[in-house]
């Protein structure tokens, strides 16, 4: 099956970037989509379709896609961005949604 | 607005059934795909199963295929999942979420606020 690998952690500090990685084989000719989970808090859709935003996400986040590496880059970050971020795909080999283990962002 | 609220969930023995409910309102869902994933405490999100619109097509995860089953009532406008044979490591927040009125393969814009499912003797 397919597999997602995030890092389980990443800091930053306010106002810088962060990366938030998510590797898979050849991941760059699927479709990867990204949900930022707050604490106590069900998860919100940030990017879909490598790098599209939906309504209400601010411009500060984006994503690339390419080879085995996928990025969500959030700027100029807040301490309201500290939340936990997934990436997914779906692996039409199995008809199976994955997802990625999990970033815990933490705001320094 | 659209809305998704999971019912159902609570204390069950190992090896016991528990039927969740996920109300939703604000859009036709007749036309939506809808799929359940679940978070064990302090762990990643994992998808557990997808509906078509129709009902007429179902996928499952590996770990509750045979287990579990997915339905819908678009008429009751709800979703539902049965969960027989149930273990220790089924405990979680099961969510509901709907995906695309297209294709079963495009991402969840709309997330319910979960409910707690405990296996536990």
């Known amino acids: 099956s397919y597999v997602l690998t995030q890092p389980p952690s990443v800091s930053v500090a306010p106002g810088k970037t962060a990366r938030i990685t998510c590797g898979g084989n050849n991941i760059g000719s699927k479709t990867v989509h990204w949900y930022q989970q707050r604490p106590g808090q069900a998860p919100v859709l940030v990017i879909y379709?490598?790098?599209d935003r939906p309504s209400g996400i601010p411009e500060r986040f984006s994503g690339s896609n390419s080879g085995n590496t996928a990025t969500l880059t959030i700027s100029r970050v807040e301490a309201g961005d500290e939340a936990d971020y997934y990436c997914q795909v779906w692996d039409s080999s199995s008809d199976h949604w994955v997802f990625g283990g999990g970033t815990k962002l933490t705001v320094l | 607005q659209v809305q998704l609220v999971e019912s159902g969930g609570g204390l069950v023995k190992p090896g016991g059934s528990l039927r969740l409910s996920c109300a939703a309102s604000?859009?036709?869902?007749?036309?939506?795909?809808m799929n359940w994933i679940r978070q064990a405490p302090g762990k990643g999100l994992e998808w557990v199963s997808y509906?078509?619109?129709?009902?007429?097509?179902?996928y499952y995860a590996d770990s509750v295929k045979g287990r579990f089953t997915i339905s819908r009532d678009n008429a009751k406008i709800s979703l539902y999942l049965q969960m027989n044979s149930l273990r220790a490591e089924d405990t979680a927040v099961y969510y509901c979420?709907?995906?695309?009125?297209?294709?079963?393969?495009?991402?969840?814009?709309?997330w319910g606020q979960g409910t707690l499912v405990t296996v536990s003797s």
């Open positions: 604000g859009f036709t869902f007749s036309d939506y795909y």
């Open positions: 509906i078509s619109s129709s009902g007429s097509t179902m």
């Open positions: 979420a709907r995906g695309s009125r297209y294709s079963g393969s495009l991402p969840f814009d709309y």
């Open positions: 379709y490598d790098s």
